[in-house]
């Protein structure tokens, strides 16, 4: 499977909106707070028709650790 062209490149501050990471780390955040456990987390998209993407717990919470550092203003 492809991956997209910055998986490999850095996300700089000012890259993405700031607001959205910090909602999307505290979603994540709530979630693994309410839903303790090693499942697997399934994360659907905002808008209808998404499908749903089905990570591993710890990527999970390597994600909302991303969109935290995203949301400060930090580089990842």
Do not use: C, F, W
């Given at each position: 499977?492809?991956m997209?062209?910055?998986?490999?490149?850095?996300?700089?501050?000012?890259?993405?909106?700031?607001?959205?990471?910090?909602?999307a780390?505290?979603?994540i955040?709530?979630?693994l707070?309410?839903?303790?456990?090693?499942?697997?987390?399934?994360?659907?998209?905002?808008?209808?028709?998404?499908?749903?993407?089905?990570?591993?717990?710890?990527a999970?919470?390597?994600?909302?650790?991303?969109?935290?550092?995203?949301?400060?203003?930090?580089?990842?």
């Open positions: 499977m492809a997209p062209s910055q998986a490999g490149g850095k996300v700089r501050q000012g890259d993405r909106d700031a607001e959205l990471a910090q909602r780390a505290r979603r955040g709530e979630y707070t309410t839903h303790p456990g090693a499942d697997p987390v399934t994360i659907n998209g905002e808008l209808a028709g998404d499908g749903a993407l089905v990570v591993p717990r710890e999970a919470v390597l994600l909302a650790q991303v969109l935290g550092d995203l949301a400060s203003g930090g580089g990842v």
